[in-house]
C-alpha cells in the first residue's frame, strides 16, 4: 500500500512540474491519465520527446519503481552519475525535464532511509536537494531535509614574537639588531672584534672586562622592544588584507543580458540591485550559462570593485561563480529563496566596513579568493563560514568547489 502511494504522488508531482517546467496549465493533465498511467506513458503524454538521453532517463524512473530490492543500486548508479555534473542533461545548471521525472520517482524513496544510508550517496543527496529548491512540485511532495554542516571556525592563535619567554633570546636578538645597524662602521667592526679597541696601559683589562653601563642597557631594551614590535604589525598588516568584510558582496537580480559584441566567452548582464541602482556587469559564462538561463536569476557579486572595461565594454562588479577543480562546470552562487534584492552579505562573527573601492594594486582579491569555497554541501564559504543572508546561505550545486 505505502509502495502504490508512493508512486501516485510521484506521478502527480511529476506531472505537475513538466507542466509548469513547460508552461502548460497543470489542469489540462486529469487525475485519471495520472492514476491509469505507467511513468513512461504520463511521460509522453505530457512531453513530446525522443531524445535517447531523455528515454533513457525515464526508464531508469520506471525500473525505480518497479523494481523493489534494486532502489539502491539504482541509486548508486544514480551517484555516480552526478559526480560530475550539477545536473542530469546540459552542460550548465537548469533542470531538464529528465531531472524532473528521476526526482519525483527516487523522492518517496530517499525521504524513508536512514541519515547514515542518504550519506553513501553524497552527490545524489546535493542534487536532490537543489532540484526541490529551484522546481515547482506542488504540495504533493515534502522536501528532503538536507543537514547542513556546522562550522564553529576556530580561531587562529597569535603568532609569538621572536624570543617569547626567554629573556635570554630577548637580550641575543636586540644585540644583533643593533649589531646589525652599525654594520659597516668603525665601532661595529669594533664591537665584533675585528679592530681591536686600544688597550689601557694601567689596566690592561679594562676593556675585556667592561660591561654595559645602565644607560647602554636601556637603549639595548628599548631597542630590543622595537624590534619585537614589528612582526605582530606586518602579521595584522596580512590580516587586514585577507579580510572578507573589505567586500562589498550583495544579492542581485539579472534583468537583461546579452552576449558581449567583441568577445564570445563573455556575457554582458544588467543587475538590479534594488532601491533603482542598476549595474552593467560582464562575465566570463558564455561556454556556460545560456542567455536565458541567466535573466530573472539571482546572484551574488561583489559591488565595490573598481569599475572598467573588458574588451571596450563597461562593468561594474563581480558575479561570484563555482566552479570545479577543471573548470569544466561554472555557476553563479545561488542565494536562497526569499532573499532580498540588495541585501549585503553578511559572515558570522565577521564585523567591518566594506571599503568603498578596493584598490587593484593592493591585489585584495587575488588573496581573498583562495579563501572562498563551496563545502560537501555545496554551502558557500569564507574559511569555512557561510555566506549568510536573511533568508539563509547561499550555495551551489556543486560540492567543494572553488568561488571566484
Not at 107 to 135: C, G
Not at 294 to 309: A, C, E
Not at 337 to 356: C, L, Q, R, T, Y
Request: glycine share 6%.
Amino acid at each position: 500500500m505505502a509502495a502504490a502511494a508512493d508512486l501516485a504522488g510521484s506521478k502527480r508531482a511529476m506531472a505537475y512540474a513538466l507542466c509548469k517546467h513547460l508552461n502548460i496549465d497543470p489542469n489540462t493533465v486529469s487525475n485519471t491519465s495520472i492514476e491509469k498511467s505507467d511513468i513512461a506513458s504520463l511521460f509522453s503524454h505530457i512531453v513530446n520527446s525522443s531524445q535517447d538521453e531523455v528515454i533513457q532517463w525515464v526508464t531508469f524512473s520506471g525500473d525505480f519503481t518497479g523494481n523493489d530490492g534494486k532502489q539502491h543500486t539504482l541509486l548508486a548508479n544514480l551517484n555516480q552519475d552526478l559526480s560530475q555534473k550539477s545536473v542530469l542533461l546540459g552542460d550548465g545548471f537548469k533542470p531538464s525535464v529528465a531531472d524532473i521525472v528521476v526526482f519525483a520517482t527516487v523522492q518517496a524513496f530517499m525521504s524513508r532511509i536512514s541519515d547514515n544510508e542518504l550519506q553513501k550517496y553524497p552527490h545524489a543527496l546535493r542534487w536532490m536537494d537543489y532540484i526541490q529548491n529551484i522546481v515547482d512540485f506542488g504540495t504533493t511532495l515534502q522536501k528532503i531535509n538536507v543537514t547542513k554542516s556546522v562550522f564553529d571556525p576556530t580561531s587562529h592563535p597569535k603568532k609569538a614574537d621572536k624570543g617569547d619567554g626567554d629573556p635570554s633570546l630577548k637580550k641575543a636578538v636586540a644585540g644583533q639588531k643593533i649589531a646589525g645597524k652599525l654594520n659597516g662602521s668603525a665601532d661595529s667592526k669594533k664591537a665584533a672584534g675585528e679592530i681591536k679597541a686600544p688597550e689601557d696601559k694601567e689596566n690592561p683589562n679594562a676593556t675585556k672586562n667592561e660591561k654595559p653601563s645602565g644607560e647602554k642597557k636601556k637603549v639595548q631594551l628599548k631597542s630590543a622592544g622595537k624590534s619585537t614590535e614589528k612582526a605582530p604589525q606586518k602579521t595584522a598588516e596580512m590580516d587586514s588584507e585577507c579580510d572578507i568584510s573589505i567586500l562589498n558582496i550583495q544579492v542581485g537580480l539579472i534583468r537583461k543580458a546579452w552576449k558581449h559584441p567583441s568577445a564570445d566567452s563573455l556575457l554582458v548582464e544588467e543587475i538590479d540591485l534594488g532601491d533603482g541602482n542598476v549595474r552593467q556587469v560582464v562575465s566570463g559564462l558564455a561556454k556556460y550559462c545560456s542567455l536565458d538561463e541567466l535573466v530573472n536569476r539571482h546572484v551574488v557579486l561583489i559591488t565595490n570593485v573598481k569599475p572598467g572595461k573588458l574588451r571596450d565594454v563597461m562593468s561594474s562588479g563581480l558575479v561570484l561563480c563555482a566552479s570545479t577543480q577543471d573548470h569544466t562546470v561554472v555557476e553563479p552562487l545561488i542565494p536562497p529563496e526569499g532573499a532580498k534584492v540588495g541585501e549585503h552579505i553578511s559572515f558570522a562573527g565577521i564585523d567591518g566596513k566594506p571599503e568603498d573601492v578596493l584598490n587593484p594594486k593592493k591585489k585584495q582579491l587575488d588573496k581573498i579568493t583562495p579563501h572562498l569555497r563551496t563545502d560537501e554541501n555545496g554551502i558557500a564559504t569564507f574559511k569555512g563560514i557561510p555566506f549568510t543572508t536573511s533568508a539563509g546561505s547561499c550555495r551551489s550545486s556543486i560540492p567543494n568547489a572553488n568561488i571566484k
